[in-house]
């Protein structure tokens, strides 16, 4: 055992490159642990505290995103470097957006990837999660607090997940579709009505007590939540 050595989790499907990372980090005098998919990933991020989780973006089921996304919204604050297999800027903001910490563009170089990996070991868990904020409205993502004027809004996990792809895209109109990807699972089957029926409950917690409308419903096209000059 190597009293004090930094702890990695290393999420990655890639079985024979997981194996690499984990022998070279141990060559490094870092200890590495491997899951092979976001589900592991999951539950061995909230059950181990980890030093870093080395997350692959490219995962079969549950992908880097989501997991990132989930851990955060768990309260997970372990420092997360992604590793992307594409040069695509889209794809590193998506990372950030997500909580992610740090990110190395696969295929990466074993010394930019432990220097990385030093570098956010050192700095520590995140401090707290992202408030986003529009108008009177706080999302504290890494607490699941939600305000209105200061007054504390208690909300079910999806309407959570869904009022933050609301609130991190504000006076944009977001399709059903849209809505759907950013709050559900990939393979949520009974899609026809269920977006409808939670931005109803939204309404019914966030607006109608506080007597406003900010989710307003774009004919045709999905719903928008006001961004914060057109609030009053
Ligand atoms: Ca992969």
């Given at each position: ?5 930094v702890?990695v ?16 980090l141990?060559?490094q005098?870092m ?20 030093d870093v989780?080395v ?24 420092p997360?470097l ?31 990837l432990f220097a990385r990996v030093r570098a956010l070991a ?111």
């Amino acid at each position: 055992m190597l009293e004090g050595a930094v702890r990695v989790l290393v999420v990655e499907d890639e079985v024979k490159l997981a194996s690499l990372i984990r022998r070279a980090l141990l060559e490094q005098g870092m200890l590495g642990d491997v899951a092979i998919n976001g589900e592991d990933a999951l539950w061995m991020a909230g059950a181990v505290p980890y030093d870093v989780v080395v997350l692959d973006v490219n995962l079969p089921g549950i992908d880097g995103f989501e997991v990132c996304h989930r851990l955060r919204l768990d309260g997970v604050r372990t420092p997360i470097l992604m590793l992307t297999a594409r040069d695509g800027v889209d794809d590193r903001i998506t990372g950030l957006d997500t909580g992610a910490d740090d990110y190395v563009v696969k295929p990466f170089d074993f010394n930019e990837l432990f220097a990385r990996v030093r570098a956010l070991a050192r700095r520590g868990p995140v401090e707290r999660g992202p408030v986003l904020t529009l108008g009177d409205l706080s999302l504290d993502v890494a607490t699941h607090t939600v305000t209105r004027a200061g007054v504390e809004i208690a909300l079910s996990t999806k309407e959570l997940l869904l009022l933050e792809v609301f609130m991190r895209r504000p006076g944009q109109v977001l399709s059903r579709y849209d809505l759907l990807e950013g709050a559900w699972e990939m393979d949520y089957e009974n899609r026809s009505n269920v977006i409808d029926v939670y931005v109803r409950y939204l309404r019914e917690k966030i607006d109608r007590p506080f007597g406003i409308e900010t989710i307003e419903t774009v004919r045709g096209a999905g719903y928008r939540i006001r961004a914060a000059a057109e609030q009053y």
